[in-house]
């Protein structure tokens, strides 16, 4: 898809469809109101009619309006004019670009709704191209006839009021640009089953990402350079798989020379059966989800690569199967990590925070400014916050921080659960150094208690994306967060103009 922003009068520019929000009791917005005014109050004429409200969802096509360029009009609802938000805005775009994609259309132009604010300017045109990409995104290569859209949307503009307001819009659709094929990268792994999705494709494909990218860096470690290092618990899990375990490692040096890197750590767990202490069958297809925190490291790095980022970045990525197997982890086992201490495998389905472990013991060598591990660690977070925000931990209040920001102006929220010492308790075991389950109450926050005990050496956060890495039901599929609040995060972190 391509994106820029125009200038000038919304009337005279050749598009195959103009689209135009409207507010709630029928409100125009300035550039729309210009437009009807140009045109002879057609949209004005419609919205008497009635049919067409203007709440977030509605949808309205007017055909060969006169004294237009456009082939179209397509009014669309902007709900309620006090709770408008950048993210709704997309939100309610989304139905807009989803039945253009469907016509004939090949191109459209949206009318910007705010008049002067540069930031707000740049906020909903990243919003606006987030609402293309998911509209005009399809999962059917695994489907031995697809039937895509004859005409599909290939270009999105956005009309906007004055020079200045132009060019952040253009910075926007550059990063904009660049997030979205890091969205579409990690949703295509996500999607695709575990029989296909194995370590070794996913180290195949970060390899692919490399390929001829001079500032970006991929290596594989296989599992007898695993060994060598003493990754002993990571080793645990596949054991019981006939799929060798990857650990991938990313390097972009986008950056001075001498400055530290961020970090990326992503659970790659490319099906997760939960091993002997295997989990109900009722959607278990789901658990080839379990590699999202991998898969959006990866998009992440597609994204920075891409804006050509000045930053220096390491994605670690330890993938592996979690299958039971007569050489599977048992209850009660024992394993070293590569850090030294000793884990006692209570319970086989906790598997993501031993291979995490150690990678994050991997990822000291790198020196690194700052960790974000990111998993779909626990079930116990969708309990608690559900599909709209990312579990967040830390134990640097700075860095939880920045992130808590930049998912609150991305809307790629995150929410901040407590590290006490107090719960570290619930990890003793009687015969290891730590459990690898905490027991009743807090299982997200003792996760990231394991964790805690790995990540001493940096300034770390971890989120846990099992509740919005990916939807159920019938809309089931990969939703390509949290690449949105990873890139914010690293945006701001390279202060590059947003
Ligand atoms: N991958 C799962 C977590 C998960 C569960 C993500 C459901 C998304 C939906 C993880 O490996 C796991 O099985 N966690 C266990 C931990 C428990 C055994 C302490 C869980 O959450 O049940
Ligand atoms: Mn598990
Ligand atoms: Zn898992």
Same mark, same amino acid.
Request: hydrophobic share 40%; glycine share 10%.
């Given at each position: 898809?391509?994106?820029?922003?125009?200038?000038?009068?919304?009337?005279?520019?050749?598009?195959?469809?103009?689209?135009?929000?409207?507010?709630?009791?029928?409100?125009?917005?300035?550039?729309?109101?210009?437009?009807?005014?140009?045109?002879?109050?057609?949209?004005?004429?419609?919205?008497?009619?009635?049919?067409?409200? %203007?709440?977030?969802?509605?949808?309205?096509?007017?055909?060969?309006?006169?004294?237009?360029?456009?082939?179209?009009?397509?009014?669309?609802?902007?709900?309620?004019?006090?709770?408008?938000?950048?993210?709704?805005?997309?939100?309610?775009?989304?139905?807009?670009?989803?039945?253009?994609?469907?016509?004939?259309?090949?191109?459209?132009?949206?009318?910007?709704?705010?008049?002067? *604010?540069? =930031?707000?300017?740049?906020?909903?045109?990243?919003?606006?191209?987030?609402?293309?990409?998911?509209?005009?995104?399809?999962?059917?290569?695994?489907?031995?006839?697809?039937?895509?859209?004859?005409?599909?949307?290939?270009?999105?503009?956005?009309?906007?009021?004055?020079?200045?307001?132009?060019?952040?819009?253009?910075?926007?659709?550059?990063?904009?640009?660049?997030?979205?094929?890091?969205?579409?990268?990690?949703?295509?792994?996500?999607?695709?089953?575990?029989?296909?999705?194995?370590?070794?494709?996913?180290?195949?494909?970060?390899?692919?990402? %490399?390929?001829?990218?001079?500032?970006?860096?991929?290596?594989?470690?296989?599992?007898?350079?695993?060994?060598?290092?003493?990754? #002993?618990?990571?080793?645990?899990?596949?054991? #019981?798989? &006939?799929?060798?375990?990857?650990?991938?490692?990313?390097?972009?040096?986008?950056?001075?020379?001498?400055?530290?890197?961020?970090?990326?750590? #992503?659970?790659?767990?490319?099906?997760?059966?939960?091993?002997?202490?295997?989990?109900?069958?009722?959607?278990?297809?789901?658990?080839?989800?379990?590699?999202?925190?991998?898969?959006?490291?990866?998009?992440?790095?597609?994204?920075?690569?891409?804006? =050509?980022?000045?930053?220096?970045?390491?994605?670690?990525?330890?993938?592996?199967?979690?299958?039971? *197997?007569?050489?599977?982890?048992?209850?009660?086992?024992?394993?070293?990590?590569?850090? #030294?201490?000793?884990?006692?495998?209570?319970?086989?389905?906790?598997?993501? &925070?031993?291979?995490?472990? =150690?990678?994050?013991?991997?990822?000291?060598?790198?020196?690194?400014?700052?960790?974000?591990?990111?998993?779909?660690?626990? %079930?116990?977070?969708?309990?608690?916050?559900?599909?709209?925000?990312?579990?967040?931990?830390?134990?640097?209040?700075?860095?939880? *921080?920045?992130?808590?920001?930049?998912?609150?102006?991305?809307?790629?929220?995150?929410?901040?659960?407590?590290?006490?010492?107090?719960?570290?308790?619930?990890? *003793?075991?009687?015969?290891?150094?730590?459990?690898?389950?905490?027991?009743?109450?807090?299982?997200?926050?003792?996760?990231?208690?394991?964790?805690?005990?790995?990540?001493?050496?940096?300034?770390?956060?971890?989120?846990?994306?099992?509740?919005?890495?990916?939807?159920?039901?019938?809309?089931?599929?990969?939703?390509?967060?949290?690449?949105?609040?990873?890139?914010?995060?690293?945006?701001?972190?390279?202060?590059?103009?947003?």
């Amino acid at each position: 898809m391509e994106y820029s922003c125009k200038l000038g009068a919304a009337e005279k520019i050749r598009t195959a469809c103009l689209v135009v929000g409207v507010y709630q009791n029928g409100h125009l917005t300035p550039l729309g109101q210009a437009l009807d005014t140009a045109i002879g109050d057609q949209i004005k004429r419609v919205l008497k009619r009635r049919d067409f409200s %203007g709440e977030s969802g509605q949808t309205q096509m007017l055909y060969e309006p006169r004294g237009c360029a456009a082939v179209r009009i397509m009014l669309f609802g902007l709900g309620d004019k006090k709770s408008f938000s950048p993210s709704g805005f997309g939100r309610s775009l989304l139905p807009a670009l989803q039945l253009l994609d469907k016509t004939d259309a090949l191109n459209c132009l949206v009318l910007l709704p705010n008049e002067t *604010d540069d =930031d707000a300017t740049y906020r909903l045109v990243r919003e606006g191209i987030q609402a293309a990409e998911s509209a005009v995104y399809r999962f059917d290569q695994c489907k031995s006839e697809s039937t895509p859209p004859k005409r599909p949307l290939k270009r999105v503009d956005f009309l906007v009021h004055s020079r200045t307001q132009q060019n952040a819009g253009n910075r926007a659709a550059d990063h904009g640009r660049a997030i979205g094929l890091g969205i579409r990268l990690t949703k295509d792994l996500a999607n695709l089953p575990g029989n296909l999705c194995t370590p070794t494709y996913l180290a195949e494909r970060a390899q692919v990402l %490399g390929r001829g990218k001079r500032k970006l860096k991929v290596s594989v470690l296989t599992e007898k350079q695993m060994q060598n290092l003493g990754m #002993g618990s990571l080793l645990s899990v596949s054991r #019981g798989s &006939r799929q060798p375990a990857k650990l991938i490692v990313l390097e972009y040096r986008g950056g001075r020379s001498r400055a530290k890197p961020v970090a990326l750590v #992503g659970k790659g767990l490319t099906f997760d059966a939960g091993g002997i202490s295997i989990k109900p069958s009722a959607n278990m297809d789901e658990m080839k989800y379990d590699m999202c925190g991998g898969a959006s490291v990866l998009g992440t790095i597609a994204a920075c690569v891409e804006m =050509d980022l000045p930053i220096n970045l390491v994605g670690v990525v330890p993938s592996s199967e979690n299958l039971p *197997d007569g050489d599977a982890n048992k209850p009660g086992d024992i394993v070293t990590s590569m850090s #030294g201490q000793t884990i006692e495998i209570l319970n086989t389905d906790a598997e993501g &925070r031993l291979i995490l472990c =150690d990678a994050l013991t991997y990822t000291e060598r790198f020196e690194p400014a700052a960790v974000v591990d990111i998993a779909t660690l626990t %079930g116990a977070c969708i309990v608690a916050l559900g599909d709209q925000a990312s579990g967040l931990m830390a134990n640097d209040d700075q860095l939880a *921080d920045e992130l808590l920001a930049a998912g609150t102006a991305c809307g790629d929220r995150s929410w901040r659960l407590p590290l006490w010492d107090e719960y570290q308790r619930q990890l *003793d075991s009687n015969f290891a150094d730590m459990a690898n389950i905490g027991g009743k109450g807090a299982g997200t926050i003792t996760a990231a208690c394991f964790l805690s005990r790995f990540t001493k050496a940096f300034k770390w956060a971890h989120l846990d994306i099992a509740g919005t890495a990916w939807n159920s039901g019938v809309k089931k599929g990969a939703t390509g967060r949290p690449v949105t609040l990873l890139t914010e995060f690293l945006l701001r972190r390279s202060k590059v103009k947003m």
